[in-house]
Nanobody, 124 residues
Framework: QVQLVESGGGLVQAGGSLRLSCAAS????????MGWFRQAPGKEREFVAA????????YYADSVKGRFTISRDNAKNTLYLQMNSLKPEDTAVYYC?????????????????WGQGTQVTVSS
């Protein structure tokens, strides 16, 4: 299995930026499709972005398209989420997740391993 640890969350003003990281250990990172999800208080966990195994294909939720960028460095076993133009509605706990799928998937049920989450709070 793979262990995932997120970092980089915090408090930022609306319009600001944050960069989340997800460090992976255990089995070979490059063998997994990786995704970012988020969960706001009282809401279900939702898909944010995903990237294929080699990093050449990405997919985003409409709510973050054009503002967030997902990337990965397989040499460093690390996944990233660059978040720009942040809005108060982006406030949530952000999770990285790994899937054994060979193509990008969006349902959370398709992801096999999860990190513990990192809090992102955007003030207005």
């Amino acid at each position: 299995q793979v262990q995932l640890v997120e970092s980089g969350g915090g408090l930022v003003q609306a319009g600001g930026s944050l960069r989340l990281s997800c460090a992976a250990s255990g089995r070979t990172f490059k063998n997994y499709v990786m995704g970012w999800f988020r969960q706001a208080p009282g809401k279900e966990r939702e898909f944010v972005a995903a990237i294929n195994r080699v990093g050449g294909i990405t997919y985003y939720a409409d709510s973050v398209k054009g503002r967030f960028t997902i990337s990965r460095d397989n040499a460093k076993n690390t996944l990233y989420l660059q978040m720009n133009s942040l809005k108060p509605e982006d406030t949530a706990v952000y999770y990285c997740a790994a899937s054994t799928s060979i193509v990008i998937v969006t349902p959370s049920s398709e992801y096999d391993y999860w990190g513990q989450g990192t809090q992102v709070t955007v003030s207005s």
